[in-house]
């Protein structure tokens, strides 16, 4: 199988793992650029990378990479995929939030050539929802819980005004659809997003959302009935001490799509 270049949009505290793990060899890919806002900080947290690669604008990754990955905060995210689809690459999106927001995407990638693939992130489970959806599913319902400090900042608490400090007892803060929670926590749903879409549809899918102080992970916990299985499941994925709003296991799931593109087995649907 030929070697895939990949090109990493972001470089914080996911896209700097996923380059280490790159530059420390993976048969069959190479890295050939990163971007990020601050170009100097980029530079700087290459140390110890035995070939830091060139850090370019988000929108030049398209034009020098087969595999474009985007871990960049979901206010960009147009910026990274847009170019990438229009391009005929392949486009592993984390804020897949975000790419509720464009839906647009998937039919001009069937026209330009191009694939998104969607990680599975935090997600078990994910297999057995898609192959619920190949039948009939009834429901998909999650409940997130997450340390108070994971949801700080997010536009639905700034909006409505809910105060999340100083929490003694968890506290409701968002109840509604995975389309409508990718909107209000753009950076703390993403898992719900990729249920969603492997699923029942984003207005399909419903959603709760705690903010816990009596939680140190990140926890999901998945309903989902259909007429072929009914399964509950449920994940605690330790929050990143870089940024607590994702989990340690975000920039595993992306290597492990990524060997998926040139091992000559795959394991999993």
């Known amino acids: 199988m030929a070697e895939l270049t990949v090109a990493i949009g972001g470089f914080g505290a996911i896209g700097a793992k996923v380059a280490r793990a790159l530059d420390d060899g993976i048969p069959g890919l190479r890295l050939v650029a990163v971007s990020a806002r601050d170009h100097d900080g980029a530079r700087a947290r290459m140390a110890g990378i035995t070939a830091p690669p060139p850090v370019a604008g988000l929108g030049e990754l398209a ?70 959806a190949e039948g009939v599913i009834h429901s998909v319902h999650m409940v997130t819980r997450k340390p108070p400090n994971g949801l700080a900042g997010a536009p639905h608490l700034v909006e409505n005004n809910i105060n999340i400090e100083n929490l003694e007892t968890a506290k409701l803060v968002f109840e509604g659809t995975a389309r409508d929670a990718a ?87």
Not at 87 to 107: N, T, W, Y
Request: a negative charge; proline letters at 8%; charged letters at 15%.
């Open 183 to 269: 909107k209000a926590f753009p950076a703390n749903v993403n898992v719900a997003a990729a249920l969603s879409l492997a699923g029942n549809g984003p207005d399909n899918t419903t959603i709760e959302i705690w903010a816990d102080p009596g939680v140190t992970r990140n926890t999901h916990t998945i309903k989902v009935d259909s007429d072929a299985t009914r399964f509950e499941m449920t994940i605690e994925g330790i929050p990143s001490p870089e940024n607590p709003a994702t989990g340690l296991l975000t920039p595993l799931s992306v290597l492990a799509t990524l060997r998926g593109l040139v091992s000559p087995m795959k394991v999993g649907t």
């Open 63 to 132: 034009g020098l990479a087969d595999v474009i990955v985007e871990c960049a905060p979901a206010a960009v995210f147009a910026e990274v995929a847009e170019p990438a689809v229009e391009a005929g690459k392949v486009f592993i999106p984390l804020s897949c939030g975000a790419l509720l927001q464009h839906p647009h995407l998937e039919a001009r990638a069937a026209e330009t050539g191009a694939r998104i693939i969607v990680p599975t992130g935090a997600l078990v489970g994910l297999d057995a929802v898609r192959a619920a």
